[in-house]
Nanobody
């Protein structure tokens, strides 16, 4: 499966932004999908995960209640809705896919930059 992330940009504190991760080559339904992010000078960190069945989600504590991961099977696309953005959310966001529930994220998108100004 190939992944293409998009939707990043420059926003202000408190704004919302929706990232998209378009899958091609295989149906995204066969994968557990996740979003990770990497801030300048920091290691990549987990943000959110959606099970391959689409029936469960898991979030990092830092984004819980503000971010929502979802999937549109018809569009073969995974989304990350980000609300109440903070400057510390500034990072390059990556989508990733793991076959079914393997937890092994073998496939990665190219990343999209989100910058939140104070």
């Amino acid at each position: 499966v190939q992944l293409q992330a998009s939707g990043g940009g420059l926003v202000q504190t408190g704004d919302s932004l929706k990232l998209s991760c378009a899958a091609s080559g295989r149906t995204v339904n066969d994968y557990s999908t996740a979003w990770f992010r990497q801030a300048p000078g920091k290691e990549r960190e987990f943000v959110a995960r959606l099970s391959w069945r689409g029936d469960s989600t898991y979030y990092a504590d830092s984004v819980k209640g503000r971010f929502t991961i979802s999937r549109d099977n018809a569009k073969n696309t995974v989304y990350l809705q980000m609300n109440s953005l903070k400057p510390e959310d500034t990072a390059v966001y990556y989508c990733a896919a793991a076959p079914f529930s393997s937890g092994n994220y073998l496939y990665w998108g190219q990343g999209t930059l989100v910058t939140v100004s104070s």
